[in-house]
């Protein structure tokens, strides 16, 4: 898988609710299928959370307003780049993605688990409510990502303070798919 696609990726999360049947699913059935990237509530969040930082910092309102702007644009163009536009999980619990890459899925309970050939591995929480799809990264879960990404056990302090800051307390990143 593309590493940049880990951002995008980065972003998923979700509850799974009942389509309304009364017959049980097997765990992971509703996932089967194509689902379509819309959005991301992490821009904002981060975004916000990076502005009460600054401020707190005793930055200008108005250097500290431009500055995030411009972070949210590039974490939102970001997001749109990613290779996890389109995401297809098969029944035989494979999947791929609308950049060529692919692996294997399992689900057990609310989280899902992705794993390339390489053996690069994302775990999140999802959740289906119809045809809306919500991943979610917790900040534990995104650091393994760039750890692996990465290549490295230890990230630098300056990269866990940066994280510490968008991420607030307990937030999380979600990442908003819908099925096609």
Same mark, same amino acid.
């Given at each position: 898988?593309?590493?940049?696609?880990?951002?995008?990726?980065?972003?998923?999360?979700?509850?799974?609710?009942?389509?309304?049947?009364?017959?049980?699913?097997?765990?992971?059935?509703?996932?089967?299928?194509?689902?379509?990237?819309?959005?991301?509530?992490?821009?904002?969040?981060?975004?916000?959370?990076?502005?009460?930082?600054?401020?707190?910092?005793?930055?200008?309102?108005?250097?500290?307003?431009?500055?995030?702007?411009?972070?949210?644009?590039?974490?939102?163009?970001?997001?749109?780049?990613?290779?996890?536009?389109?995401?297809?999980?098969?029944?035989?619990?494979?999947?791929?993605?609308?950049?060529?890459?692919?692996?294997?899925?399992?689900?057990?309970?609310?989280?899902?688990?992705? =794993? @390339?050939? &390489?053996?690069? +591995?994302?775990?999140?929480?999802?959740?289906?409510? %119809?045809?809306?799809?919500? *991943?979610? #990264?917790?900040?534990?879960?995104?650091?393994?990502?760039?750890?692996?990404?990465?290549?490295? =056990? @230890?990230? &630098?302090?300056? +990269?866990?303070?940066?994280?510490?800051?968008?991420? %607030?307390?307990?937030?999380? *990143?979600? #990442?908003?798919?819908?099925?096609?």
């Amino acid at each position: 898988m593309n590493r940049l696609s880990v951002f995008g990726l980065a972003v998923l999360a979700g509850f799974a609710i009942s389509c309304g049947d009364d017959e049980p699913t097997a765990p992971g059935q509703d996932l089967v299928g194509s689902w379509t990237y819309q959005g991301t509530d992490f821009s904002s969040t981060a975004a916000t959370n990076l502005q009460n930082y600054l401020l707190s910092q005793g930055v200008d309102a108005a250097a500290a307003q431009q500055f995030v702007g411009e972070f949210r644009n590039e974490m939102d163009r970001g997001f749109r780049e990613t290779g996890l536009e389109i995401v297809r999980f098969n029944e035989d619990r494979t999947y791929e993605d609308n950049s060529g890459n692919s692996g294997i899925w399992s689900v057990l309970g609310d989280v899902l688990t992705m =794993v @390339e050939e &390489d053996g690069f +591995t994302i775990q999140c929480q999802y959740f289906i409510d %119809g045809e809306d799809l919500t *991943l979610i #990264l917790s900040k534990e879960r995104y650091l393994n990502i760039i750890r692996q990404t990465e290549g490295a =056990v @230890e990230l &630098d302090p300056d +990269t866990l303070a940066l994280l510490d800051i968008l991420f %607030g307390d307990g937030d999380s *990143l979600r #990442l908003f798919y819908r099925a096609r």
